[in-house]
């Protein structure tokens, strides 16, 4: 039975794990702050006669066995955040999914906490969904590196380390189905005044990692005439970018999120600049023909500084199970509508493994990767209990 109380208190508790001061959360994927995070739901899980393990890349399973031995139903999120995230992006889904377990269905159900959705610390993201579901390799995962150089398996082996009762499984398996709970981040919903959003699918998303590269020099001595200076030439080429992304119905999502500058001492010209780009687009083709477009842009404005252009990660649009969906629609009545999401989830990569759906709870004004992201305690639960009544018809 989905307790709201206990739900509402449930995510104010595990906020506390990476709380900043102006109210919103820090927890970076794979931190020993997210293995305490990890810890408490574990023993919630414990408390519900639950057992847990993990795997290779650090995903979390909270397991309610079923009366027959059959491959589970997958219900959950992430609960790794942006450094200035909120509360809710990710471990609502997490926290609703442990309050929809059933005592006793008839086959397992799942909850699961994806490693590195959030792809903030780590990139590109949804790393532990996509090794889970086979859609990239677990070494070159491995071998990725944190802006201060530390390897995705150094960082599991420290989770590892503070949870060593936590048993490692398997990577991957069959699933039934996957269901992510999660907040809209966007205003449809609210400004529908619904509580409730079947997710047809997910928009398409490409990222990419530029290095322009220029030359050192005096700030004071080097003449204008001769300089490379890789600042000025990243800054024309997000100026063409900005330009070339840009469309009068504004669809197209170009965003830098992430400039570093080099030496980045005053008075010493740049010779390097790396930024990220995430491009997304809910038309494939559009999507394709702007990110096709990227590189060459980039080399033209930066010139006479030189611009290497890698694509990091590449999701075409996609749509959720059409059956799932209907049955969603039929469980939440008029409380529910429709809507693409525009952000990313791991409901992706599980997308092409089995069925999935994703439901949408409202969060006010959009308001998301952000402190100040909230949702109320009605659209909680009204999420939460639509769950409950998806596992109770999906596990029979
Ligand atoms: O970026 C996204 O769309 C997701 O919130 N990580
Ligand atoms: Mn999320
Ligand atoms: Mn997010």
Not at 176 to 184: G, K, N, S
Request: glycine share 10%; net charge negative; with cysteine.
């Amino acid at each position: 039975m989905v307790n709201g109380a206990r739900l509402w208190q449930r995510l104010q508790t595990l906020a506390q794990h990476g709380a900043r001061a102006d109210g919103g959360v820090d927890r970076p994927a794979l931190s020993l702050i997210e293995a305490e995070a990890k810890r408490t739901l574990i023993a919630w899980a414990a408390e519900a006669g639950m057992t847990a393990r993990t795997d290779a890349l650090g995903n979390l399973f909270l397991r309610r066995e079923g009366r027959e031995d059959l491959p589970p139903l997958l219900i959950g999120s992430h609960i790794d955040s942006q450094p200035t995230g909120g509360k809710y992006d990710g471990a609502y889904g997490v926290l609703a999914a442990l309050e929809a377990v059933p005592e006793v269905p008839r086959r397992p159900v799942e909850v699961v906490a994806w490693t590195n959705e959030e792809g903030s610390r780590f990139a590109p993201g949804m790393m532990g969904s996509a090794a889970f579901a086979g859609a990239r390799d677990i070494a070159e995962i491995l071998a990725c590196r944190d802006a201060d150089g530390v390897t995705v398996e150094q960082a599991l082996a420290e989770t590892f380390a503070a949870l060593p009762d936590l048993p490692i499984g398997t990577m991957g398996g069959p699933v039934h189905a996957y269901l992510e709970p999660h907040i809209e981040q966007g205003v449809v919903l609210e400004q529908a005044g619904l509580s409730l959003g079947i997710v047809t699918g997910l928009q398409g998303k490409r990222t990419f990692a530029v290095t322009i590269q220029g030359e050192a020099a005096h700030a004071g001595t080097a003449p204008r005439a001769t300089r490379r200076d890789a600042l000025l030439a990243a800054a024309r080429a997000a100026t063409a970018l900005d330009a070339l992304t840009g469309d009068p119905a504004d669809i197209a999502r170009f965003t830098i999120g992430r400039f570093v500058v080099s030496p980045n001492a005053p008075s010493v010209v740049p010779d390097r600049v790396q930024f990220s780009i995430d491009l997304r687009h809910p038309d494939g083709d559009a999507l394709r023909r702007l990110g096709d477009a990227l590189a060459a842009a980039i080399a033209t404005a930066a010139a006479p500084c030189t611009a290497l252009t890698e694509e990091l990660s590449t999701a075409w649009p996609s749509l959720f199970d059409a059956g799932l969906r209907a049955d969603l629609a039929r469980l939440a009545g008029d409380a529910a509508m429709p809507l693409l999401s525009m952000a990313g989830h791991d409901a992706r990569f599980l997308a092409a493994l089995c069925p999935t759906a994703m439901i949408f709870i409202p969060c006010a004004a959009g308001v998301t990767h952000h402190p100040a992201e909230s949702i109320t305690p009605e659209h909680a639960l009204a999420g939460a209990q639509l769950t409950a009544a998806a596992i109770e018809l999906w596990s029979r």
